[in-house]
């Protein structure tokens, strides 16, 4: 296809473009304000020029000159570059360079401050002036920045840096707009002689509902199997998940992400506040609860993880939340969401007593260790089918699911 000018063959149609441009783009502000003053100045004189702007005569002097040698073009008074031609240069001992040079490239990216007392004491031995922390700096930037990064063999042979896996990062204006839109996840850590045990925590941050379960394991299979648990008795489902960059959350774990077509959230490097409802899930969990119990974590998680359920049944069903005003519970906010409306009749939902609301709302809010098989039952009202998990109160996972 053809482009057509519709202003070829214009008469002087290039002239004024050139002119837009140049009064656009390559006249500054400055030049045209100067150019004012000129002409203030021949029509008034240089008195009045002075008690207007402030402008000495022989400053108007050197912009007529400038003018005149611009051969009348704006561009002419525009304001130069006041940098020095020649700069002061860091004058410091060789030595000194040297042996900065060398605590850098051993001591890789290592940062001013804590190079300043190691070349501080090379100044005291050798009798030369040490420079400053600020100084310091300077002189690496001098240097070329001694900055030095991992490298790596590409398959074509080449040299390369090795840089950071990128992952999906929570959007800043991200906000939780319905139940299972987003699931915050994230892990308690326990020590004792020398022994670890975890708290897998989970929370739908719409409704605040809370998951937890002891395990002494928190490795990418642990997690995508507490992952597959909180979707499976939760009753809506899940859009988006979010974690922190802990190696328990990957490759299990994306991949049960991936086959649920759930979108994997990660929060920036050592930035907790952007999971920040999990993190006081965590506080109240240990305030309330774990710390009371920690020596049962340790001796019978079994029994800890019964007492975990009694506590999380407490904290969904009947505790107050202060996300809604202290008035309503975790799943009174859930079951109240306009999110989810059904268009069936109101007579039809009388006798579903086995709906995936109401089982959550019934008692299913906690989770067991043990998955074991599942058993397909048929309602006896309605005819559907379901799938009825049952979960044994165990606390390793055994379970030949692979994700």
Same mark, same amino acid.
């Given at each position: ?7 070829? #063959? ?43 702007? !402030? ?29 020095? *031609? *020649? ?16 605590? =850098? ?31 310091? #700096? =300077?002189?690496?930037?001098?240097? #070329? !920045? ?45 020590? =004792? ?25 928190? !490795? ?151 998955? *074991? ?7 006896? !009202? ?7 998990? =049952? ?13």
């Amino acid at each position: 296809m053809r482009i057509f000018n519709k202003f070829r #063959g214009t008469k002087g149609f290039i002239s004024i473009w050139q002119r837009v441009i140049r009064f656009r783009y390559m006249i500054t502000e400055e030049a045209k304000q100067r150019t004012k003053i000129l002409a203030f100045w021949e029509e008034y004189g240089t008195e009045a020029v002075f008690k207007s702007f !402030g402008t000495k005569r022989r400053t108007l002097f050197e912009w007529q000159r400038r003018l005149r040698a611009g051969q009348g073009k704006l561009e002419a008074l525009n304001p130069i570059r006041r940098v020095p *031609k *020649k700069k002061r240069k860091r004058m410091w001992d060789i030595r000194i360079l040297d042996e900065l040079r060398r605590i =850098r490239g051993r001591r890789k990216n290592l940062g001013k401050s804590k190079i300043y007392p190691l070349l501080k004491k090379y100044a005291e031995m050798t009798n030369l002036t040490c420079p400053s922390i600020a100084t310091i #700096g =300077r002189l690496i930037s001098d240097l #070329g !920045g001694l900055r030095v990064c991992p490298q790596k063999i590409t398959g074509m042979g080449k040299i390369v840096k090795v840089k950071r896996n990128k992952v999906l990062r929570k959007p800043k204006t991200f906000k939780a707009l319905y139940p299972g839109h987003c699931i915050a996840l994230d892990t308690i850590e326990k020590q =004792r002689n020398g022994k670890r045990m975890y708290i897998l925590v989970a929370e739908d941050l719409y409704s605040r509902t809370g998951f937890a379960l002891g395990t002494t394991s928190h !490795g990418s299979q642990t997690m995508a199997h507490f992952l597959y648990l909180v979707s499976t008795i939760f009753p809506y489902p899940i859009v988006h998940v979010l974690t922190d960059n802990g190696s328990e959350f990957k490759k299990c774990f994306n991949r049960l992400c991936g086959k649920k077509s759930i979108t994997h959230f990660h929060t920036y490097p050592r930035t907790p506040k952007m999971n920040a409802h999990c993190e006081r899930l965590n506080r109240t969990l240990q305030e309330e609860c774990i710390d009371f119990h920690a020596n049962i974590l340790f001796d019978d998680v079994t029994k800890f993880n019964d007492i975990l359920r009694e506590y999380l049944d407490f904290y969904n069903t009947e505790r107050v939340h202060h996300a809604w005003k202290n008035k309503r519970t975790p799943i009174q906010a859930m079951l109240q969401s306009n999110h989810y409306q059904s268009n069936l009749p109101i007579e039809c939902k009388d006798g579903w007593a086995y709906t995936r609301a109401c089982r959550a709302s019934r008692s299913v809010l906690y989770l067991g260790s043990d998955f *074991k098989d599942q058993e397909t039952k048929t309602h006896p !009202g309605g005819g559907h089918s379901r799938k009825r998990h =049952r979960l044994s109160r165990g606390a390793n996972f055994h379970t030949d699911k692979t994700y």
